[in-house]
């Protein structure tokens, strides 16, 4: 028997082709108008269709190696056809073998791609990267290998033929994610999700100085007083750190230029609880001691052109300061999400989230795109997940409804203790690599159990559970941009939802989602995009318990924003003593070492003090 095809899941054939192809054989096959498939002892498979259609795959070779006589380009239905055919014989009893990626050598690897190919794989190897892998298990026979700039699926086990992935450079993609398995095998590295890193530049070479100076200087000034000069050297030292291939910390020291030049233009876009994680972010990074390819980032290319991608729209999130708007569009990939970003000088202040869903995005309204599969092969994928969608040929994108297709998506969080779980596994955000949409996920609703509005907060909150019984909360802002935000959530809450996207956090024990779309009976709703509304609700609002740690870490992240927005050297007497009666109040509830943290900023009142307070209290708000 063919292994390579009996080996071949609906979901590894959509991978090859496309899922309406897949369910269209499926349905043809179960309505008995399928071919008559035969196999020869040779290892060739034949398949002749009523139609007088035939398809014949060689002994040896992948999917689009098949010859069919229907003309088609590319990977049709009749070879689909076939190998679904081919699995349903009597004597075809797929069985899962356990194998990893990493058993292909590199005499294999060079005999399928060519010794230049693996040369430049090898390069980008040395220089360092983080790897994302899960193995291959009977449920889910596909390895997967997530790489910086692009996701390999391994469809038929030690078929470099099958090996998919949406980058154009295939070849040395594969080879990465081969030598990342064989690394993960060295390591005896086991479990569903396995991440590390290799490679990479040392921390003892890197030029953490101008950085960590310029850090230390505006804390001293605070936000608040910083020079054109200051903020001009800033820009300075983000496109150095992106020039030595330390891609988190240069984006990072980016964002607080733009922080920076946001307060100085008056712009609502400065944030000041943001400044100071920034302010953090920096040293962190720099004094961690995990794997630099994690902490620093890698020196991978900055983007990656996608040879053809299909992409699943998961709603949109919109932003935005007076006379520009900002809409955040989410997409699921092969296995990770991508954000699209696109920014509008609007020129008014009063411009809508639902006015905005008639503007175009890539040939398209973002409404549309906000709800829509999308299949691109002019795509280009950043390392932090950051997508543009290209438009230089017709006919390089089609734009569909996304109906049913969340049901498709490879993971939906179906268990909600298990997804907090998993998140109070992650490292600190501080030192994580910075990658866009990482929290995005979609979430199975069994019950929606509590729904309420806060009128004092212009809050909604609903809590929802799981099939085990489980409980999540979800929670939404009002939002002068988007007005209609929270009654189209309402109404689709109410109307009985099975299928919920969104921003997945812990708080505690507890999972918090901030939802993007919600998916009803009657399709998918972006509450974002939806015309201005007006709630009425009957129920009081859902009970939330007072937390008294969060509300001491919520006065410790005060003093220490505003520290650092003053300038620890313009800071009145009276904000060491706010730090003096929250380091008791941290005390009073158990969080001694972030209590005798905040005792020692108020005693020194230095740049250090601060920055050990600040990622303290981040952590502890996060992991707690």
Request: charged letters at 25%; proline letters at 5%.
């Amino acid at each position: 028997m063919r292994a390579d095809l009996l080996a071949l899941t609906p979901d590894a054939l959509a991978a090859l082709a496309n899922r309406g192809l897949v369910k269209r054989a499926q349905k043809d096959l179960d309505a008995g108008h399928g071919p008559v498939v035969e196999a020869v002892e040779s290892g060739e498979v034949r398949g002749r269709f009523a139609d007088g259609i035939e398809v014949v795959f060689p002994p040896e070779g992948a999917l689009d190696s098949a010859a069919c006589t229907c003309g088609a380009p590319g990977v049709c239905r009749h070879r689909i056809a076939v190998v679904l055919g081919y699995q349903r014989l009597p004597a075809a009893a797929p069985e899962f073998t356990a194998w990893s990626p990493g058993e292909v050598g590199d005499d294999v690897l060079t005999a399928e791609f060519g010794g230049r190919a693996v040369t430049a794989a090898r390069r980008g190897w040395r220089a360092g990267l983080a790897v994302r892998l899960r193995r291959a298990t009977a449920t889910d026979p596909v390895a997967v290998a997530e790489l910086p700039t692009a996701t390999v699926r391994f469809l038929v086990p030690g078929e470099l033929g099958y090996a998919h992935t949406d980058a154009t450079d295939r070849a040395q993609q594969v080879a990465i994610a081969v030598w990342a398995f064989r690394e993960a095998d060295t390591r005896g590295l086991a479990g569903d999700d396995i991440r590390f890193a290799v490679g990479g530049p040392s921390t003892a070479w890197v030029a953490s100085g101008p950085a960590l100076e310029v850090v230390t200087r505006v804390l001293s000034e605070g936000v608040a007083n910083t020079s054109p000069v200051l903020r001009a050297s800033i820009g300075r030292i983000a496109d150095d750190l992106g020039e030595s291939g330390l891609r988190w910390p240069a984006a990072a020291m980016a964002e607080l230029g733009e922080q920076l030049d946001a307060y100085a233009a008056r712009s609502a876009k400065h944030r000041m609880e943001r400044c100071a994680e920034l302010l953090a972010e920096l040293p962190a990074r720099f004094r961690a001691t995990g794997a630099p390819a994690l902490v620093l980032g890698t020196d991978e290319q900055a983007e990656t052109r996608l040879r053809r991608i299909r992409l699943i729209a998961l709603g949109a999130r919109v932003r935005g300061a007076p006379g520009e708007r900002v809409a955040e569009v989410y997409f699921a990939g092969d296995s990770s999400v991508l954000v699209l970003k696109t920014r509008w000088d609007t020129g008014e202040e009063t411009v809508t989230g639902h006015e905005l869903a008639g503007r175009r995005i890539a040939g398209t309204t973002l409404g549309a795109l906000a709800t829509s599969n999308v299949v691109s092969e002019t795509a280009v994928r950043s390392a932090s997940r950051a997508l543009r969608l290209g438009t230089a040929r017709i006919g390089t994108m089609s734009v569909t409804p996304v109906g049913a297709a969340w049901d498709d998506l490879p993971a939906v969080v179906r268990d909600f203790a298990a997804a907090a779980e998993q998140l109070a596994d992650l490292p600190p955000k501080l030192v994580r690599p910075r990658v866009e949409a990482e929290d995005i996920a979609v979430v199975e609703i069994a019950e929606v159990c509590e729904l309420g509005y806060h009128p004092g907060a212009q809050r909604l909150d609903a809590v929802i559970a799981d099939a085990a019984g489980a409980r999540a909360r979800i929670t939404a802002t009002h939002s002068g941009i988007c007005p209609g935000r929270l009654d189209a959530l309402h109404r689709a809450l109410a109307s009985g939802p099975t299928q919920l996207s969104g921003a997945l956090r812990r708080a505690g024990r507890e999972l918090l989602i901030e939802p993007l779309a919600v998916r009803t009976e009657a399709g998918v709703l972006v509450p974002d995009l939806a015309a201005d509304g007006r709630i009425e609700l009957l129920g009081p609002p859902p009970t939330v318990d007072r937390d008294p740690l969060r509300t001491a870490l919520t006065a410790a992240e005060s003093v220490l924003a505003e520290a650092a927005h003053r300038g620890l050297s313009h800071a009145p007497p009276t904000l060491r003593t706010r730090a003096e009666h929250t380091a008791a109040t941290l005390a009073g509830v158990g969080l001694r070492a972030m209590a005798a943290a905040m005792t020692n900023l108020a005693t020194e009142w230095t740049a250090d003090s601060w920055t050990a307070a600040q990622i303290r209290m981040l952590t502890t708000a996060e992991l707690r």
